[in-house]
């Protein structure tokens, strides 16, 4: 009985693979010091593919089937000279499975924004993510470049390279796509195909097939978004910087007013609301005559109308001071610096802005 034991423990007749759905993509068959029996059978389910690996090197590839492991029936693919001849007797050698099924919903990210050239804004920092699929193209490759000798290979070791490969190849993708930023958002079909065009060959290298990629979310970071949100903003309004004045006005005078009450911020002490209202007054009038004089009388008289309703609310006499001009021109400063007005602009109304400190 002993002996009978012995026997069955050093050859094996059946070999398989029933995959547990954890994520496996590679799996040894546990041989110890055991052998396989002559005329034992080689069971690969659907989506699986089974390797057979002798004296370190890949000697067979099998796919979905059963097989009998006879010298009349194999190899099927032959790798190596004289693999047959090992079927002559009871042989040893390593059975690597491998699942060959889509692994589904891998998620991957810009965990920082990446800087990607734009031709509408240059240099443009963004942050993307989305979801891709794979699975197991070509098992031989990924036996020796991947896999390897490990008894179990998963899609969680294999979560970190891809993911790299995606980061890597974002910039491409985004450049021959040729999509500006402004419509990535409503072309992320057109982003996610050129983003697989890179990444297919890569992929390919280690045994690898990308099934599919989408691109869910295309965005700014903070800082970049306001900038694009005034950016849009200016071209609600077109070149009309009479209109933009006036709604620049506006959106300063709750500013002022609250500074003013809080005895500080934007205002400060001593210029408080009538001199804050003054000073949106100049700014409109200033760039108005200066960038669109067709424009200038409805941004006076928007400017005005602000200033007569804040003066009702509180009568202050309206000054203008040395400071008002100064914060004028800071502020043409980052009109200038944000692209809204261009050199030639600015220098204008900088000379203009001080003459009155004269």
Known sequence: MALMDFIKKQFIDIIQW?????????????????????????TVRESQVAVFVNEGKVADVFGPGLYKLTTQTLPVLTYLKNWDKLFESPFKSDVYFFSTRQQVDQKWGTPQPITIRDKDFGAVRLRAFGNYSFRIGDAKLFHTEISGTRDIYSVADLDGQLRGLVLQNISNAIASSGVPFLDLAANQIQFAQALAAQLVPEFEKIGIKLENITVQNVSLPEEL?????????????GNDMGKFMQYQTAQAIPKFAEG???????????????????????MAQNLAQGLNPNNANAAAAAAAAAAGAAANAQPTVAV???????????????????GILTQEEFDAKKADLLKKLV
């Open 18 to 42: 029933t995959e547990t759905g954890d994520g496996t993509l590679a799996w040894r068959f546990p041989m110890a010091d055991m052998e396989i029996q002559n005329g034992g059978s080689l």
């Open 225 to 237: 978004q306001k900038i694009l949100d005034q950016k849009i903003g200016m071209g609600m309004v």
């Open 260 to 282: 003013a009450a809080s005895g500080g911020g934007i205002a400060g002490d001593a210029m408080g609301l009538g001199a804050g209202v003054a000073l949106g007054q100049v």
């Open 320 to 338: 203008v001071s040395a400071a008002d001009v100064m914060t004028t021109l800071e502020k043409l400063g980052e009109l200038k610096t944000k």
